[in-house]
């Protein structure tokens, strides 16, 4: 599957929350796009590509809380693990509705 379509499909499942794995697989394609930017750091107009990148990278770092939550929930902490689970919800949120997340 092109980077693309992995990046898209995955940020199709983030916002229909049809599996726990989707905010992975969005960090893991937004890994692949920055570093199919490393070989044109030379190049004009790549400054911003490269900083929305690093952006959306920042954003998709709700994983740990994601991964944190699920390790909760899983030892007995059900009350702990949902208010991440909460604040996760606003996470996903953000990120989808960054502008460099749109599907066009």
Do not use: C
């Amino acid at each position: 599957m092109h980077w693309k379509s992995r990046f898209f499909d995955a940020r199709a499942r983030l916002e229909s929350e049809t599996d726990a794995e989707a905010l992975h697989d969005l960090r893991i394609a937004v890994g692949r796009i920055h570093s199919l930017l490393i070989p044109v750091r030379a190049l004009e107009g790549k400054d911003g590509l490269r900083s929305v990148a690093a952006e959306v990278g920042r954003l998709t770092s709700a994983r740990e809380l994601e991964v944190m939550a699920g390790e909760l929930e899983s030892r007995g902490y059900p009350r702990t693990a949902a208010s991440r689970l909460a604040r996760l919800k606003k996470e996903h949120l953000a990120i989808l509705q960054h502008p460099a997340l749109v599907n066009r």
